[in-house]
Every structure is written in structure tokens, then in C-alpha cells.
């Protein structure tokens, strides 16, 4: 096949498949939107998973995936909706033909009215077909513009970890170049941002086009815009085109609007961490639905305990090892291998590898050991302080577990809580972590 962009015959095959390419869109909507469905739940359960674990990479990575897979639903759905509409329209039009006023007999004032508004059905097939054509490819296009926010996130959070937070390097790069590049970024994120939304106004003015487009040199590889940047400027310069997008817009809008929306049926009663007067299904086993809901900062197997131990789950969180680091800066590895990473190791010193992972046994101990220090329980007012081990819940999750004896507790309701102490320059203090209420009876 001949791909010159310039010959009569690429030209007059493309108009060939111009003609041709609703059945292309109807068949890729229709598996996109199944794999969509099929994605978008597990997509959401990674979210809410990596939320709660606090995976801050992981969570943005999924957060940005539903972003994408929400609009690329929206899209589609409506495009095959008038798209349908369209194919009625067409059998309609093979049956009936065009419209005809005269037939309908209406008044002059209607008459008039109608055939100005309609024009003909030919015409109303038409502006379907321009409909259903743009969405489809603006579908496409909506998820680029979502990666390139996406992008601009990764960079301020890259300049942050890798360089203003790294303490290797000299003050005057991680602070002076560091914050350099973040008020860049910002004004390069505020400057492009307002270019396309206003649809080129920063480019049609000779002297601020000067000033912004060393800036926009920078974002259009910050932003991938490289990739679809003949797409946009196909849709700026058509009215139809810019007039679908501007529809668009506030469609999204209020469709935010509306998914924010909830309905309360009591002014004071709504679900909350657990307290003394409040039980949320977070903190009991036996209440967690798989794949659907998890665990809180602690875990017990029931609200109702018949055995004369009680045993408690701590689910592993990144922030506990942070508080960890806090209470004990020695143990912190200078090289912090949380994070994306990968499992090929290239010109890995085997013996120097042998001999860290022999210090890293001691210094694991040293971890737990100082979880357990900073880790006790109250059953009411009754102090109870067991040593955890590590372990892997019966859910696949990684956590601290251990078992309080409650045998001499009395009969009756009581309250289950975490006490942490936590270091503050000099001093330590004790913190109410959470709060589980319970009820003992024995067999």
C-alpha cells in the first residue's frame, strides 16, 4: 500500500475508508466498552486498596486508570447511542425519504417554525454523523489529556523525592534548582492550561508567543503532546470541532457534580471510625466483605468474643514504617527501596549483597522489636501489652498480629483501644491510635 500522504491514490483510499468508518467505530466501541466494564471495578478496588494501605504511587497509577476508563465509558456509550440513532435515522430515510411539510398540514406560524429549524432530514442525518465522528475521536484524545496531567504530576513528584527531599545532594541544588524547577513547572502547568482553554490565545499575540513558546517546547514533551498534537489542532480549526468541545465540557462537569452527590437521612447519625459509641464493619473480621471492603487500623475476629483470648490485626501500612524511622533513624536505609522498582539486578556484588542481608536480619528484629515497644493496648482502663509477630492474614495482606488474654475481663461490653507512642524532637508521646468496641461472653 502506498503510504505517501501525497499521491491521489492515498488520498482517494483514505476517503474510502472515510466512508466506511462507522463500522470500524461501532466495533471498537463495543469491545472497549466490555473490556471497560469488565476493568472498571477492579480498577476501583485497587484504588480504594491502595488508599487504605497508603501506596501513594500505586493509588495515583489506578486513581489515574479510572479517571481514564470513567471517560472513555461516557464517551463511548453516547457515541454508540447516536450512532444508532443515526443508522435508525438512515433506514428511516430509505422507508420515508425526506420531510414533508406540506403533508402534515399545519398552521403557517409552525409550518415556517419547523422547516427553519429542521431545514431537512438529510441534514439532521448529517449533523449526526459529524456528532458521532468528532466524539469518537475526541473519546480518544480526552484519555492524552489525562495522561499529560498525569505526567506533570510524576515531575513535581520526581523534583521532590529526587532532588529538594535528597539529602546527598549540596543545599543550593536541592533547594535552589529544586524549587527553580517546581515554580517552573507550576507556571508552565498554569501558562498551558490557559492557552487550552482559551484554544491558542497565548500563540496569536508576537510578543507573548515569544515569551511562551520555550514553555510550550518543554510541556509538549512533558505532556506527550507530540503524539496527538495533529488531532487537537484537526479539532481547533474546525467550528464543529470547537463547538463540540466547549458542549462537552460542562457535560463533565456536571457529571462530577453529580457523582459527588449523596443523599443523608439523619442529621446526626453517619458512618465514622469506630469510637465507644460507634462500630464501623472495618474493625471486624467476620464483617469484611472480600474484595470489597478493608480492614481499619486494627482488626478483631468479631463484635461478640466467646474465647478467653482475643486476637488483634494490624494491618502493614507504609506510613508504620515511617513511624518507625521517626522513633529510630538509625535503622533507616540510606537507600529507601519502597516504590516501584524492578527485579533485574545488573552487576549486583554477590558476597557485599550476602553480608547485607545478614544486616538486614538484625536490623528486622530491631524492626519489630521497636513496633512492639511503640504498640500496647487498653481494654477499658485495664493495660494489656503482648508482643506482635509479623505475619500474612488469611486474605493474602501483610501485617502484625497477637493474642490478648481477657480471660479475667467481666462479662459485658468494652472497649478495645491501640495506644501509640510517638517521638516529637525530645519528647515522646503517647496517642490514642484507635478505638474498638466489643463484647465479651464466656462459653
Excluded at 505517501?4 to 467505530?25: G, H, N, R, T, V
Excluded at 498551558?192 to 484554544?199: E, G, H, L, M, W
Aim: hydrophobic share 45%; glycine share 4%; charged share 20%.
Amino acid at each position: 500500500m502506498n503510504n505517501d500522504y501525497k499521491s491521489p491514490a492515498f488520498k482517494k483510499l483514505l476517503d474510502s475508508l472515510q466512508q466506511q468508518s462507522w463500522e470500524l467505530e461501532l466495533l471498537i466501541s463495543g469491545f472497549a466498552i466490555f473490556g471497560l466494564f469488565t476493568a472498571y471495578e477492579p480498577l476501583k478496588i485497587e484504588m480504594i486498596n491502595a488508599e487504605n494501605q497508603k501506596q501513594i504511587y500505586s493509588f495515583v497509577i489506578h486513581f489515574i486508570a479510572l479517571i481514564a476508563c470513567s471517560i472513555l465509558l461516557f464517551n463511548l456509550l453516547l457515541h454508540v447511542v447516536l450512532r444508532g440513532l443515526w443508522i435508525g435515522a438512515l433506514g428511516l430515510r430509505y422507508v420515508s425519504g425526506d420531510i414533508e411539510f406540506d403533508k402534515l398540514k399545519y398552521t403557517d406560524k409552525f409550518k415556517n417554525y419547523l422547516q427553519k429549524k429542521i431545514v431537512s432530514f438529510d441534514r439532521y442525518i448529517g449533523s449526526l454523523e459529524n456528532y458521532c465522528s468528532v466524539l469518537f475521536a475526541i473519546s480518544f484524545l480526552l484519555i492524552f489529556y489525562v495522561l499529560a496531567l498525569a505526567m506533570v504530576i510524576i515531575c513535581f513528584v520526581l523534583i521532590a523525592n529526587f532532588i529538594i527531599e535528597n539529602d546527598n545532594l549540596p543545599n543550593w541544588i536541592s533547594q535552589g534548582v529544586g524549587i527553580t524547577l517546581v515554580v517552573f513547572l507550576a507556571l508552565g502547568m498554569f501558562l498551558t492550561f490557559f492557552d487550552f482553554i482559551t484554544q491558542g490565545l497565548l500563540k496569536r499575540n508576537k510578543w507573548i508567543a515569544k515569551v511562551y513558546f520555550p514553555i510550550y517546547w518543554v510541556f509538549s514533551f512533558i505532556t506527550l503532546s507530540f503524539l496527538y498534537r495533529p488531532l487537537v489542532y484537526n479539532f481547533l480549526d474546525h467550528k464543529f470541532g470547537k463547538r463540540l468541545i466547549l458542549l462537552l465540557t460542562p457535560i463533565y462537569i456536571i457529571i462530577l457534580i453529580l457523582a459527588s452527590v449523596k443523599y443523608n437521612n439523619s442529621n446526626y447519625l453517619e458512618e465514622r471510625s469506630s469510637s465507644s459509641r460507634f462500630a464501623n464493619k472495618e474493625n471486624y473480621q467476620d464483617m469484611i466483605i472480600e474484595n470489597t471492603d478493608y480492614p481499619g487500623e486494627i482488626v478483631i475476629p468479631s463484635k461478640v468474643i466467646r474465647t478467653p483470648y482475643l486476637h488483634i490485626f494490624i494491618p502493614f501500612r507504609e506510613n508504620i514504617e515511617d513511624r518507625i524511622f521517626t522513633y529510630d533513624s538509625t535503622i533507616k536505609p540510606k537507600n529507601d527501596r519502597r516504590g516501584l522498582s524492578s527485579g533485574i539486578n545488573v552487576g549486583t556484588d554477590w558476597e557485599d549483597e550476602w553480608v547485607n542481608l545478614k544486616q538486614r536480619d538484625s536490623i528486622r528484629n530491631r524492626y519489630l522489636d521497636i513496633f512492639n515497644e511503640t504498640h500496647s493496648f487498653k481494654i477499658d482502663t485495664l493495660k494489656l501489652d503482648e508482643d506482635f509477630i509479623v505475619t500474612i492474614s488469611g486474605k493474602d495482606q501483610l501485617g502484625f498480629e497477637t493474642n490478648l488474654n481477657i480471660r479475667d475481663i467481666s462479662e459485658g461490653k468494652h472497649i478495645l483501644k491501640l495506644i501509640r507512642l510517638r517521638k516529637r524532637k525530645d519528647t515522646t508521646q503517647t496517642l490514642l491510635e484507635a478505638q474498638v468496641p466489643f463484647w465479651y461472653f464466656k462459653e
